[in-house]
């Protein structure tokens, strides 16, 4: 069983910046892709950016220059840089892992990704 547990949430003001973790465990297999995804109140969850197991990455236009996610394969930890942080940007955000490379259409797209951990509050204020 795969698991996914997110940290680095917090509050910050505008312009700021956060890293976010995501640490995986339970599989060995060398296929994968890893994603982190937000979801704000009263609006569905989006993807942000994620990244495969060929270190291909995937980034929405909203973050696009602002949010970097990399990987460190020895720790099986996926990280989101996130700096010029906007107040819209506040949403719990959420990682999620599925344990085989996706087309790139579909890498910021949530009902690909079959494990989820429980999300961390990022909230930016002006």
């Known amino acids: 069983q795969v698991q996914v547990v997110e940290s680095g949430g917090g509050s910050v003001q505008s312009g700021g910046s956060l890293r976010l973790s995501c640490a995986a465990s339970?599989?060995?297999?060398?296929?994968?892709?890893m994603g982190w995804f937000r979801q704000a109140p009263g609006k569905e969850r989006e993807g942000v950016a994620s990244?495969?197991?060929?270190?291909?990455?995937t980034y929405a236009d909203s973050v696009k220059g602002r949010f970097t996610i990399s990987q460190d394969n020895a720790k099986n930890i996926v990280y989101l840089q996130m700096n010029s942080l906007k107040p819209e940007d506040t949403a719990m955000y959420y990682c999620?892992?599925?344990?085989?490379?996706?087309?790139?259409?579909?890498?910021?797209?949530?009902?690909?990704?079959?494990?989820w951990g429980q999300g961390t509050q990022v909230t930016v204020s002006s």
């Open positions: 999620a892992a599925i344990t085989r490379n996706l087309a790139s259409w579909a890498r910021l797209r949530p009902g690909f990704f079959d494990y």
């Open positions: 990244i495969d197991s060929n270190g291909s990455t």
């Open positions: 339970g599989y060995r297999g060398s296929s994968y892709c």
